[in-house]
């Protein structure tokens, strides 16, 4: 499994505390078979994150890990606020593209409900070559929310629920309706640290999606559809 939805880089934003709350959460992820974790810092006006920096946090969590014979893979990435977007340079777009490839952004939407200032985004960084991936919906649920996510996965996107939050549904819960029409694509973990919150697991909630998707449609969120987004590559949905 890959969690392109992680916290992981220490004393950064309000993720790992520190270097040992970094290699806490990446045993976590290797426990629940995770084998590649991407690093999302928030890229928003409310954090001071160098974005230029992030490729040798990466490293240096990755050394540590080395270091410690801790089995994961941790990749470059962010999450980038709506309203931040049109602000980055391209140089800064692309190292915070999930994998550092230039083909997918961890998009997360301004908060209330979805709209369509985000579809605006959206567009925007397709026409610079960029590949959108709408975080944690399930905190801007609204007005005609089927809707939206409709014309957002219309218009290319690719959908990132919580993984913690899908393994909690219930069988009449929405998340798991959507899911069933296509409107859930990947999986995240969206830890923050390893002292509390959500855990880095993404196990439970695949599973429990797969009381509403065909075991081919799982392992397709689980591993195929990642690595292609980590690669930069286009993501063909399956039928």
């Known amino acids: 499994m890959i969690d392109l939805h992680c916290h992981i880089l220490p004393e950064l934003d309000d993720g790992a505390l520190d270097l040992d709350d970094s290699l806490a959460m990446a045993r976590q992820a290797a426990e629940d078979g995770i084998a590649v974790v991407c690093a999302t810092p928030h890229i928003r006006a409310d954090h001071s994150v160098r974005i230029e920096e992030l490729a040798a946090r990466v490293a240096a969590v990755q050394e540590a890990l080395a270091h410690r014979g801790t089995d994961v893979q941790i990749v470059p990435g962010g999450e980038l606020a709506q309203t931040e977007a049109d602000r980055l340079s391209d140089t800064q777009l692309r190292l915070v593209t999930l994998g550092g490839e230039g083909g997918w952004v961890l998009l997360e939407p301004a908060p209330g409900p979805l709209d369509d200032r ?40 690719l959908i990132q629920w919580t993984a913690q939050f899908v393994a909690a549904a219930s069988a ?68």
């Open 118 to 157: 985000l579809l605006g985004v959206v567009e925007r960084l397709q026409q610079r070559g960029v590949g959108s991936i709408i975080a944690h919906p399930e905190r801007h649920a609204g007005r005609e929310f089927e809707r939206r996510l409709a014309s957002l996965a219309g218009a290319g996107c």
């Open 172 to 239: 009449e819960d929405l998340v798991l309706r959507l899911a069933a029409k296509g409107f859930l694509h990947v999986l995240g973990s969206d830890a923050h640290s390893s002292h509390g919150g959500r855990p880095v697991r993404l196990s439970a909630g695949f599973a429990r999606l797969a009381s509403v998707c065909p075991p081919a449609r799982v392992a397709w969120m689980a591993d195929e559809a990642p690595r292609a987004i980590l690669r930069g590559e286009r993501v063909t949905l399956p039928r």
